[in-house]
C-alpha cells in the first residue's frame, strides 16, 4: 500500500489484506496526541476500538523484540494514553516494537533525536518488518496466533 492522501490528521493508505478492506494511518500530530487521529477516523468510519490494530515503539522493550498485545494499559507511553482516551477504551490489539531504553546519563529525549548506528538501524528494521508480519497475521489468523508466533524473543538472541 501507498500513502495517496491525507485525511484525518493522518497520511492514509489503502488496500486488501487477506480478503479484507484495510486503512493504513500515520498520524500526522504529536505522537502524545495520535487519539485525535484515531478518534476522527473512528467517528467518520464507524468503527469499533477491536477494528483498530496500534503499532507504535516501546522504550520498555529492548531493542529488536516484538511484542502483540490484545489490549491493556498504555504502560506510560503518551501516545497511547491518547488513543486510549479517544475511543474511550483500552481494547485495541496493538504490536509494540522495542526501542530500549538509553545507557548511561543520556536523557530519553536526547536517546530519541539522536542517529542510530548501522547496527541499531538494522536492528530496527528487522523488528519494523516483524511488526508487519504480526500486523499480516492478526489480519490472517487472529490476535493469538500472532501473540503465539511474534512474542518470544527474536532469533538473533538466541530463540
Same mark, same amino acid.
Given at each position: ?18 480478503? @479484507?478492506?484495510?486503512?493504513?494511518? !500515520? ?39 516484538? @511484542? ?12 497511547? +494514553? ?6 474511550? *477504551? ?15 546519563? *543520556? ?10 548506528? *548501522? ?7 528487522? *523488528?519494523?518488518?516483524? #511488526? ?8 490472517? +489468523? #487472529? ?9 518470544? !524473543?527474536? !532469533?538473533?538472541?538466541? @530463540?
Amino acid at each position: 500500500m501507498r500513502f495517496s492522501r491525507r485525511e484525518y490528521k493522518s497520511q492514509v493508505a489503502e488496500g486488501r489484506m487477506d480478503g @479484507r478492506d484495510v486503512l493504513l494511518m !500515520k498520524p500526522q500530530t504529536y505522537m502524545n496526541l495520535s487519539g485525535e487521529a484515531v478518534g476522527r477516523s473512528r467517528r467518520a468510519l464507524g468503527l469499533d476500538p477491536e477494528q483498530f490494530i496500534v503499532v507504535y515503539d516501546d522504550l520498555d522493550l529492548a531493542v529488536g523484540r516484538v @511484542r502483540v498485545r490484545e489490549g491493556g494499559s498504555a504502560g506510560g507511553h503518551h501516545g497511547v +494514553e491518547s488513543i486510549i482516551e479517544a475511543l474511550g *477504551s483500552k481494547a485495541f490489539p496493538r504490536v509494540r516494537i522495542g526501542i530500549g531504553r538509553p545507557a548511561g546519563k *543520556s536523557g530519553t529525549v536526547d536517546y530519541l533525536l539522536d542517529a542510530m548506528t *548501522s547496527e541499531e538501524a538494522e536492528t530496527l528494521a528487522d *523488528s519494523v518488518a516483524r #511488526g508487519a508480519d504480526a500486523v499480516q497475521t492478526m489480519l490472517a +489468523e #487472529g490476535v493469538l496466533a500472532a501473540m503465539n508466533r511474534f512474542n518470544g !524473543k527474536p !532469533k538473533a538472541e538466541g @530463540r
